[in-house]
């Protein structure tokens, strides 16, 4: 079994955006947000690379993500950090549902 390097360099970035924000802005709920979000993309490459079809975890995840900070990025319109996250989300997305394609439930 493959393990998932995007999927943990995925919940790296999350996690560490969360940090970044803390350092740099004092914003508490920054750091908890990407701390609790990273951990549930650790998570769920942790499952991922134990049996590649259990992809609900990572789905879930990065789905939220993509949402929450897609919005964000649509009223501010600024890169950093919701571009950013809101992107890599977006290509989490897209390798999770090639994943899926690729190996499906029934076989």
Do not use: E, H, W
């Not at 949402?67 to 950013?84: C, D, E, I, Q």
Request: glycine share 18%; net charge positive.
């Amino acid at each position: 079994m493959p393990t998932d390097l995007v999927g943990y360099g995925y919940a790296a970035l999350v996690a560490s955006g969360g940090v970044v924000g803390y350092v740099k802005a004092g914003s508490v709920p920054s750091l908890a947000a990407g701390l609790v979000f990273g951990g549930l993309a650790g998570f769920g490459a942790y499952r991922i690379s134990n049996d590649p079809k259990n992809v609900s975890v990572s789905l879930a995840t990065s789905g939220a993500l993509a949402a929450v900070m897609g919005k964000r990025f649509y009223g501010s319109r600024k890169l950093m950090p919701a571009g950013l996250i809101c992107g890599a989300s977006l290509l989490m997305l897209g390798k999770l549902g090639v994943s899926v394609l690729q190996n499906p439930q029934g076989t």
